[in-house]
């Protein structure tokens, strides 16, 4: 099947991580612009670097097509490395809110 080896996970983490703040968490985080600001900060980074590591013209990072849905934007980028590159950063922002507001 397409896509179930990167792809599902990728989504599922996302899913997850979001659960966990509407269901668990409660930090608020997702209301807050400075979260959307560094998510933004992420991205820039995250697109020329993922980009190098996997333009199809002379890649470092391979990804097996059976497992990704093949949709790469932009610079070749599999999109599945952009939901895990969000669930990834989230989860570590919403803990570090967490264990802030315990304090």
Known sequence: MIGLGYTVPAVLAVVLVCAAEVAV???????????W???LIVLGFQ????????KLSSPIV???????TGVRFPFDI???DFLFGFALV????????RQRARR
Not at 47 to 54: E, K
Not at 62 to 68: A, K, L, M, S, V
């Open 62 to 68: 391979i990804y097996d097509d059976r497992h990704i």
């Open 78 to 80: 599999p999109i599945e």
């Open 25 to 35: 968490l409660h930090t608020g985080l997702f209301r807050r612009p400075a979260y």
């Open 90 to 97: 989230t989860a570590v922002l919403l803990l570090w809110e």
């Open 37 to 39: 600001l560094s998510m």
């Open 47 to 54: 697109i020329p670097v993922d980009g190098w590591l996997t």
